[in-house]
């Protein structure tokens, strides 16, 4: 029996993990999880409103992460940059979890159910990164379009870390924020550019 919460906590990630591998999401049960876990489904319950929440448990570190490291960027940086700041310093809770990251990514690509809580946690997470950008200073417009490419940047980026673990996430983010920026400075073609 697992004596304190967070020892719990932990082990009914990792069961509910290698549960939904070896049967699929749908497939399996809050009490499977408990069991395999070896705790009963009310402290299940206790931990987690539902078995998706078991793979989303880290989101409120992550925003924390990434709103402190918004507002504690330097000064004079670019929305983008600040973004790249704070995406490589929140990224070292993803390298540190690469155990449960990888399959948990695996996972959710084959679960709709999974896909649309994370699309969901995706737009409050890009909220919240907007948010901080406003509050240092940048224009509304600015802030949401920042933080929707520099989370697309961020998955990108952390997707092909997964498939490409020679490299560390941060070299990937670099690769990604580097890959915005010449996306940018592409010129249009001629018959491409609106008409004045």
Same mark, same amino acid.
């Given at each position: 029996m697992p004596r304190s919460g967070a020892e719990a906590r932990r082990r009914l990630q990792q069961a509910a993990l290698e549960l939904y591998q070896e049967r ?10 408990a069991a395999r876990a070896g705790v009963n489904e009310r402290t299940f319950f206790r931990h987690f409103p539902d078995k998706r929440e078991v793979l989303f448990?880290?989101?409120?570190? #992550? ?6 490291? @918004?507002?504690?960027? =330097?000064?004079?940086? $670019? =929305? #983008?940059? @600040? +973004? +790249?700041?704070?995406?490589? *310093? ?8 690469? =155990?449960?990251?990888?399959?948990? #990514?695996?996972?959710?690509? @084959?679960? =709709? &159910? ?6 969901? *946690? ?6 919240? @990164? /907007?948010?901080? %950008? ?18 697309? /940047? ?12 020679? $490299? ?11 890959? #915005?920026?010449? %996306?940018?400075?592409? &010129?249009?073609? &001629?018959?491409? $550019?609106?008409?004045?």
């Open positions: 699929g999401f749908d497939q399996t049960t809050t009490a499977e999880i448990d880290g989101e409120a570190d #992550l925003r924390a992460a990434l709103t402190q490291a @918004v507002a504690e960027a =330097p000064d004079g940086l $670019q =929305p #983008l940059e @600040v +973004l +790249l700041c704070a995406f490589r *310093k929140a990224g070292r809770i993803l390298e540190e979890n690469r =155990p449960f990251s990888e399959p948990r #990514l695996a996972i959710i690509a @084959v679960t =709709p &159910a999974l896909r649309e809580r994370d699309l969901a *946690k995706a737009a409050s997470l890009t909220e919240a @990164v /907007a948010e901080a %950008l406003r509050q240092r200073g940048v224009a509304d417009r600015l802030a949401g379009l920042a933080a929707h490419t520099g989370w697309a /940047a961020f998955h990108h980026a952390a997707q092909a870390w997964i498939d490409d673990p020679s $490299q560390s996430l941060d070299a990937h983010l670099l690769q990604a924020f580097d890959d #915005l920026r010449t %996306l940018s400075a592409t &010129a249009l073609p &001629a018959q491409a $550019q609106p008409e004045s």
